[in-house]
C-alpha cells in the first residue's frame, strides 16, 4: 500500500514540477532556432533594400534612356520634313542653305543624345545584372527561411508537448493539496516568479 504524501511533500512535489515547467517556457522562448530564423529574415529584409534601391537606379536610367529615344525621334522627324522641304524645290538657294545648316546642327545633336542614351544603356545593364542577382540570393535566402521556420515548428512543437505533459502532471499535485496551502503557495509563486 502506498505512502501518503505529506502536505510538504506534495508542495515540494508541486515545485518540482513549476520548475520544469518554467524551464520549459524559457527554453521555448530562447530557442537557437528562433535566432536563426532572425537572422535569415534580416538578410532578407536588407536584401529587399536593396532590390528596391537598384529597381529605382534601373527605373531611373531606364526613363532617362526612353527620354533620349523619343528626343532623337523628334529630331528625326524635324530633319526629314526640313530635307523633304528643301527638295520641294519651293525655297530659294538662301533658304537651302539655312535648311542645311539646320539639318547639320540637328545631326550633330541627335549623335550627342544617341551617345548620351548609349550611356544610359550601359548604365542599365550591371543594374539588371544586380538586379538579378539580388532577387536569386533572396530566393535562396527565402528557402533557407522556410526551412528555418520548419525547423522552429518541430522544435516548439516538441517543447510544447513537453510542457503540457508537465502541466498535465502539475494538476493531480496540485489538487491533492489542501486549498488554504495551495492558494498561498499560488500566491506566493506569482509574486516571487
Known amino acids: 500500500m502506498p505512502a501518503v ?5 506534495t508542495l ?4 518540482d514540477q513549476d520548475v520544469l515547467a518554467a524551464q520549459l517556457r524559457h527554453r521555448l522562448a530562447h530557442l537557437p532556432e528562433t535566432a536563426a530564423l532572425a537572422e535569415i529574415e ?5 536584401l529587399d ?4 534601391e537598384t529597381a529605382a537606379a534601373r527605373e531611373e536610367a531606364a526613363g532617362r534612356r526612353d527620354a533620349l529615344a523619343a528626343e532623337v525621334e ?4 524635324r530633319i526629314e520634313r526640313i530635307e523633304q522641304q528643301a527638295l520641294s524645290g519651293a525655297a530659294s538657294y538662301r533658304d537651302q542653305e539655312a535648311m ?5 546642327s540637328l545631326r550633330r545633336r541627335r549623335r550627342e543624345i544617341e551617345d548620351d542614351e548609349l ?6 545593364e550591371p543594374l539588371e545584372a544586380e538586379l538579378a542577382r539580388l532577387e536569386s540570393a533572396r530566393q535562396e535566402e527565402t528557402a533557407a527561411a522556410a526551412a528555418a521556420r520548419a525547423a522552429l515548428d518541430r522544435v516548439a ?3 510544447q508537448g513537453e510542457l503540457a505533459g508537465v502541466l498535465a502532471a502539475r494538476e493531480p499535485i496540485a489538487a491533492a493539496l489542501p486549498d488554504a496551502l495551495r492558494e498561498e503557495y499560488e500566491r506566493l509563486a506569482a509574486r516571487l516568479g
Open 157 to 159: 512543437a516538441d517543447v
Open 12 to 15: 515540494l512535489a508541486l515545485q
Open 49 to 52: 533594400a536593396a532590390i528596391a
Open 74 to 77: 523628334v529630331i528625326g522627324g
Open 5 to 9: 504524501a505529506s502536505p510538504l511533500e
Open 42 to 46: 534580416g538578410r532578407i529584409a536588407r
Open 100 to 104: 542645311a545648316a539646320e539639318v547639320d
Open 119 to 124: 550611356e544610359a544603356m550601359e548604365v542599365i
